[in-house]
C-alpha cells in the first residue's frame, strides 16, 4: 500500500481529522473514514477517530489502498 504524509498547517489548527485528510489528500470523507476505522490513517503514529481535532505540527500518515477501489455495496 502506498504511503501519504503531510504536517498539519497552524491554519488547520482545529479541524477535524476526516475534513482535513480528506481535503489535503483529495479522497472522500467517506473513505477517510473507512481507513480511520481500518486503522490506515494516523496522527503522530496514533490511532483516532474521524472527529478528532488536530493541532498545528501533527504528522498525518495514510496508507491508501492500491488502485482499482471498488465502491461498497449500499
Known amino acids: 500500500m502506498p ?3 503531510f504536517r498539519v ?4 489548527a482545529g479541524d477535524r481529522l476526516a475534513r482535513l485528510a ?3 489528500l483529495g479522497l472522500s470523507r467517506s473513505l ?6 481500518e486503522a490506515d490513517l494516523h496522527v503522530d503514529g496514533e490511532v483516532t477517530s ?3 481535532k488536530v493541532r498545528d505540527g501533527q ?7 492500491e ?4 465502491p461498497e455495496d449500499i
Open 3 to 5: 504511503t501519504k504524509t
Open 9 to 12: 498547517e497552524p491554519a488547520e
Open 22 to 24: 480528506a481535503r489535503r
Open 32 to 37: 477517510v473514514r473507512r481507513l480511520i476505522g
Open 50 to 52: 474521524p472527529s478528532y
Open 59 to 65: 504528522l498525518v500518515e495514510v496508507r491508501l489502498p
Open 67 to 70: 488502485r482499482g477501489l471498488v
